[in-house]
DNA sequence: CTCATGTCGATACACTGTATTTGTACAATA
DNA sequence: TATTGTACAAATACAGTGTATCGACATGAG
């Protein structure tokens, strides 16, 4: 048997890290949503066999919360501002334009708590930049409070732009975006405020809702926060 | 060949309507989580095959949002409260012990647009709460922004419920429920804001957290709200 | 009583996350 | 150098998932 009838020796396996497995995983999210992610994809994406993963990880979760962990990398303001209120804001934004980009990571903001090197380094920051106005549980609940808006604003954008991505591609046109169904309903005339609204009001892009919004809840931590309680 | 060797007839099957089947679903759902929610499991339960339930229903998902419309249902007031801040602040709180009371319902919030009966209800409800205090829009807006608030809220409390929970019994102690990993990334010095706001922040319950973010964004909106822009 | 109809359940398929077993390339030992 | 031990990759296996398809069968109409 001469060297041509022997086959090459096999390739060794492709040297890994959770580096490459985040990558993969976030690369099929970006492309197919997060239910594109399975962990066979993702070895494969990677020439490996799927049960290499578990050397890295060990459940699929935990690969989300390394996944949700490299978005904050990218939320992680790298200039510290000076001022509080554009601390926050600039959070905000960051976090909405990485969500924009990885839409699946609305899906995983909030669902577990962010421990990650990375999320850890954002609330250092976001505390670090409002520490020292006020007692640090009024601290904590305007951090908290700017959160919960933004997690829930980010939330409903992105289920809007889906829905509007499903339903063909109107741009809004709430009623007959969804078909004949919210036609039919504000017809039946049980929902007039509703009706008015979807008529009558204005639709404004995304982004200045988002900043329209996050202003007030601004405002009414900066009232907190220069008043301090007695 | 005799009666007795005879089978009986096959019973008739039970009858369904989406009703059982949702109540079916929210039951399982609230017992051992979404995930615990499967076709299989819900025809299980009404003595029937899983393929049955496609005449209902026509995905998952579809499902799914049965049983928010449904949830929806607990939520909506009775009675019409008629300051415009009470009928806010009485929907967050309501929305959010309809999320305790069926934790799922966290994961479900904002995913997917609420355009059920009884969403439209609660939204109808709300938002004449609000009617011909000011322009549509800013009615919206500001519907929009507490909407936000306390869906990030109730996301983030479900969220750290399941933490301790998982952590084991640990009332909230940040550092040592979450085991070494936190201690010891605080125990590097890298993260001096998070360490002062763990170790010398109050615990405050959860209840009143909420209650004191939501006052402060309607105490936003009120300004918005009285005076209107020009 | 027969036949058409429509519904129900069984079966099937392609996948999932993960446990367990099997193979095998390399390192340490004799 | 020959042999054994050990790590780790891969294959296999399992119990489950959502959903498409299809065959059977009870019920209604003629």
Do not use: C
């Not at 594109?36 to 989300?64: D, Q």
Request: without cysteine.
């Amino acid at each position: 048997m001469t060297v041509w009838d022997r086959p090459e020796p096999p390739t060794r396996p492709v040297p890994l890290d959770r580096e490459r497995i985040v990558a993969a995983a976030i690369a099929l999210a970006d492309e197919g949503g997060l239910e594109a992610v399975s962990l066979r994809k993702v070895a494969a994406r990677l020439n490996a066999g799927p049960m290499r993963l578990y050397g890295y990880i060990s459940t699929k979760e935990e690969l989300f919360d390394l996944m949700v962990d490299e978005v904050y990398a990218e939320i992680l303001p790298e200039e510290q501002p000076g001022d509080w209120r554009e601390a926050l804001r600039v959070l905000a934004h960051r976090t909405r334009q990485a969500a924009l980009r990885h839409e699946w990571l609305a899906d995983l903001l909030g669902r577990r708590p962010a421990l990650g090197p990375n999320g850890l380094a954002v609330t250092e920051a976001t505390l670090a930049a409002l520490d020292g106005l006020t007692d640090i549980d009024t601290v904590m609940r305007a951090v908290e409070t700017v959160s919960a808006y933004f997690t829930g604003a980010i939330r409903r954008e992105v289920t809007n732009l889906r829905a509007e991505r499903a339903t063909g591609l109107s741009k809004r046109d709430w009623q007959r975006a969804h078909g004949p169904h919210v036609t039919r309903m504000l017809a039946t005339g049980r929902f007039p405020a509703l009706a008015k609204a979807v008529y009558d009001g204005t639709d404004v892009d995304a982004e200045t809702s988002f900043a329209t919004g996050l202003d007030w809840v601004l405002d009414a931590v900066a009232v907190r926060l220069t008043t301090p309680p007695p």
